[in-house]
């Protein structure tokens, strides 16, 4: 978990960076980095779907769909490639969809499923 969290917090930097600079980055990098975005943001999405019972409704149900906007967009983007209009606002709400995935791990609900650490006597 640890690693994919630091994962998340250096997919920030490098989002807003290439918000920055749209025009010089390859080909090959930016199909990487919108990859490796999409895939950083599927395990929030999976745990939302588990511990969908356990969280405030109107809030997950906004962060799902903006993740599930995010992941589609950034699937196309992967294998449509460059040339992309608006394309350093995507990086913005890329770097944003990162931000929020620690956060949510910061503060997501134990499901009832897991186990729980013994009490002590």
């Known amino acids: ?31 990487i980095l919108h990859a490796v975005s999409t895939v950083v943001l599927l395990p929030v999405l999976l745990a939302l779907w588990q511990s969908r019972r356990l969280v405030i409704k109107v809030l997950a149900s906004v962060y799902a769909v903006f993740l599930v906007v995010m992941v589609v967009v ?23 969809a990162a931000v929020s995935v620690i956060p949510f791990y910061l ?14 006597l």
């Open 74 to 96: 950034n699937a196309w983007i992967t294998v449509m490639g460059m040339g992309v209009e608006m394309g350093w606002l995507d990086h913005i709400f890329l770097a944003v």
């Open 1 to 31: 978990m640890i690693f994919y969290l630091l994962l998340c917090a250096f997919m920030v930097p490098v989002n807003l960076w290439a918000a920055i600079t749209p025009h010089l980055h390859s080909e090959i990098s930016m199909r």
């Open 107 to 120: 503060v997501l609900p134990e499901a009832s499923g897991r186990s729980k650490p013994a009490s002590s």
